[in-house]
């Protein structure tokens, strides 16, 4: 049974950060691919940042150079590092999977990803 577990979420004020973990589980391959998405009150579910099984990144214009994508792919982890965050970041953060490839273009495509967490809410006040 494959399992993400999101943690890290919290409430923050402006300019703070925040450090999530996505936990993935009960997968027989680590070749996944894998993606944060945010959902903000009253909007649709956005692609905030991913990366591929080939390890090609991609973020959202609105995070670039404030958050950070990385994993761990002994721990099948994927972290997402949030500085200077912002009020407009505000949303519940869902960690997504995919078994395998997909391509770079389609990294923060919703549709590509089977596999989802609960999710981890965020807070940012100003």
């Known amino acids: 049974q494959v399992q993400l577990v999101e943690s890290g979420g919290g409430s923050v004020q402006t300019g703070g950060s925040l450090r999530l973990s996505c936990a993935a589980s009960?997968?027989?391959?680590?070749?996944?691919?894998m993606a944060w998405f945010r959902q903000a009150p009253g909007k649709e579910r956005e692609g905030v940042a991913g990366?591929?099984?080939?390890?090609?990144?991609k973020y959202a214009d609105s995070v670039k150079g404030r958050f950070t994508l990385s994993k761990d792919k002994d721990k099948n982890t994927l972290y997402l590092e949030m500085n200077s965050l912002k009020p407009e970041d505000t949303a519940m953060y869902y960690c997504?999977?995919?078994?395998?490839?997909?391509?770079?273009?389609?990294?923060?495509?919703?549709?590509?990803?089977?596999?989802w967490g609960q999710g981890t809410q965020v807070t940012v006040s100003s």
């Open positions: 997504a999977a995919a078994r395998g490839w997909v391509l770079a273009t389609d990294i923060l495509r919703q549709s590509e990803y089977t596999d």
């Open positions: 009960g997968y027989s391959s680590s070749r996944l691919s």
């Open positions: 990366i591929n099984s080939n390890g090609y990144t």
